[in-house]
């Protein structure tokens, strides 16, 4: 699925982790669904695959891949994104319209998006996810990386992985890869969120905290919305063995987050000092890893500048790809 972007509204959007809610105008931002849901069987990696896998339990998790070859690149949303934003674009020139990251990936490598419960879906109005099975309560960052486990296994995705993620997608990414060194062939961090961000804060840390799990929008007293135990993630992170030695990149943003009307100056402060350092940190955790600054972008960096993040994850490809 292709979908041209023609008009994005963000209604709101949080530093680091906390997920636009984009309205689309003219794009119907869905993606193609192309069978019924259930628990489904393996497909050759050539053919498209879009549906509801069961991963035990009772539970569903909404995956959908595209194109063939390897390393298969897993594409891993945002705080509340579903995996909407790699399908959509909002550019200005010279940035090309199309295609967006998870189209323009499958041209040359298999690429997978999925949904994790409680996450935004692009729609008019937006809506929480109703493809994968809701849960309640703060989620562990282990549970997370156990539930993109069970749905890559479950769905016999062929691994390694080329893991990509958005702002806390990267931490998803990174736990899992350091769970799971033997599945893991490269990472590439889209403007991520890092393990070095509380001593930036201070006392206000708390605060910054609760904005990232209740941003005020109109989806944040539904059952299931998304948050997440932000302390307990950074400690699983670095509690885990080290990064496996593979291929890395680092994409960020040049300009400041948008933040909600009433946010406190002094929260946007100490995040904009602070996302600098962050995004070195990650350069820094594997030798000779580019770093791509996306000038002129936001935190949506896969949204506006499609066509660097998939530059980038076609360098990473590359290097995987040579045994570099």
């Known amino acids: 699925m ?3 972007m023609r008009k994005c509204l963000p209604a709101f959007t949080i530093a680091v982790a906390t997920a636009s809610l984009i309205v689309l105008s003219g794009c119907d931002s869905t993606p193609v669904e192309t069978s019924a849901a259930g628990a489904r069987a393996p497909t050759p990696a050539a053919q498209e695959f879009s549906g509801q896998v069961d991963v035990g339990g009772g539970r569903k998790i909404y995956l959908h891949c595209k194109g063939s070859g390897s390393p298969t690149t897993v ?8 995996s909407d934003t790699w399908n959509v674009t909002d550019t200005r020139p010279p940035v090309p319209k199309s ?8 041209m040359f490598t298999r690429v997978c998006a999925y949904d994790r419960p409680g996450t935004i879906r692009h729609e008019k109005p937006p809506a929480l996810t109703a493809r994968s099975t809701p849960v309640t309560g703060a989620r562990s960052l282990t549970g997370m990386v156990s539930d993109l486990d069970k749905v890559l296994t479950a769905a016999k995705v062929p691994g390694p992985y080329l893991l990509v993620g958005h702002s806390f997608g990267g931490m998803v990414t990174r736990l899992y890869a350091q769970l799971h060194p ?3 062939a490269g990472l590439v961090f889209v403007d991520a969120f890092g393990t070095n961000m509380k001593p930036f804060f201070g006392k206000d840390w708390t605060a910054y905290l609760e904005l990232l799990n209740h941003p005020g929008t109109a989806l944040d007293a539904k059952r299931g919305f998304e948050t997440i135990d932000v302390d307990g993630a950074v400690e699983a992170v670095t509690g885990a063995r080290r990064l496996p030695d593979v291929p890395l990149a680092v994409v960020s943003k040049t300009k400041p987050f948008a933040v909600p009307p009433g946010t406190p100056k002094s929260l946007l402060v100490s995040l904009e000092r602070a996302w600098p ?3 070195q940190t990650l350069v820094n955790l594997e030798p000779q890893t580019p770093h791509f600054l996306a000038t002129g972008s936001d935190h949506y960096v896969q949204i506006h500048d499609p066509d660097l993040t998939i530059g980038a994850i076609r360098l990473v490809v590359g290097r995987v790809n040579n045994g570099s």
């Open 2 to 4: 292709e979908c041209l």
């Open 75 to 82: 594409l891993e949303s945002g705080f509340h994104d579903s």
């Open 99 to 106: 295609p967006a990251v998870f189209p323009g990936v499958a």
């Open 182 to 184: 033997q599945q893991t």
């Open 277 to 279: 350092k962050v995004q």
